[in-house]
């Protein structure tokens, strides 16, 4: 993560997955586990190379029989496989939801090139290969460019840099829809220029769906 010297009120960042479910309260709008994957390395190794894509939808047990049950070059991939799992069944407990929608696929483009809200309530995303999201902490946000100009460039005040999540790490955004009405800025990292590439997985309660990120 890019080092600020200055306080980030809106952020919950925990190397204890229990703490994701401060997400619930008014001031926070971003949750990020910070978390090591070596166990996973193998596995993402032997992956690196393909063009995955995996959706599924759900209950957690619906879509769990579904990751169990998938061909080709995740099949190998248990350990991979039971992360995504665990990590499906964390957001069941945070959010309270009864149905998922997954994605969990090979992203070689900029995506959402900048910085937005989603309009859902809650998603939860980790990036297992490549570069995490960007996001914006709510004191660097310049509020008058935000609600009249497309200047994304003095979109962030004087003093302020991006925040970026950490590869591996989990991350649960807070979108438009949630009650508080406090959503998160943020945006997909810039790889095409760098003809880098992500593996991201992305869950969101099946109410709201939009953009990658």
């Known amino acids: 993560m890019i080092e600020t010297n200055r306080k980030i009120s809106n952020a919950v960042i925990s190397s204890a997955s229990s703490d994701l479910s401060d997400i619930h309260l008014t001031s926070k709008n971003i949750g990020i586990y910070e978390r090591q994957i070596e166990a996973l390395s193998n596995e993402l190794r032997l992956i690196k190379?393909?063009?995955?894509?995996?959706?599924?939808?759900?209950s957690v047990a619906e879509i769990m029989a579904q990751l169990k049950n998938t061909s080709g070059i995740l099949s190998h991939c248990t350990l991979l496989k039971e992360d995504i799992?665990?990590?499906?069944?964390?957001f069941s407990a945070i959010t309270g939801a009864?149905?998922?929608?997954?994605?969990?696929?090979?992203?070689?483009?900029?995506m959402c090139r900048r910085f937005h809200t989603d309009i859902n309530d809650l998603r939860l995303l980790c990036t297992y290969i490549g570069p995490g999201t960007l996001w914006l902490?709510?004191?660097?946000?310049?509020q008058a460019v935000l609600q009249s100009s497309d200047?994304?460039?003095?979109?962030?005040?004087?003093?302020?840099?991006a925040q970026q999540v950490?590869?591996?790490?989990?991350?649960?955004?807070?979108g438009a829809l949630f009650e508080d009405s406090n959503p998160i800025l943020h945006r997909s990292p810039p790889i095409e220029e760098s003809h880098d590439k992500r593996l991201l997985l992305r869950i969101d309660t099946n109410t709201f769906i939009n953009s990658l990120s």
């Open 85 to 90: 799992s665990a990590l499906l069944k964390l």
């Open 166 to 174: 950490k590869t591996g790490d989990v991350v649960i955004l807070k």
């Open 98 to 110: 009864e149905d998922f929608r997954l994605l969990f696929c090979t992203i070689t483009s900029n």
């Open 151 to 161: 200047n994304e460039a003095e979109l962030v005040l004087p003093g302020w840099e």
């Open 137 to 142: 902490p709510n004191e660097a946000v310049n």
């Open 49 to 58: 190379d393909r063009q995955i894509e995996l959706r599924a939808s759900g």
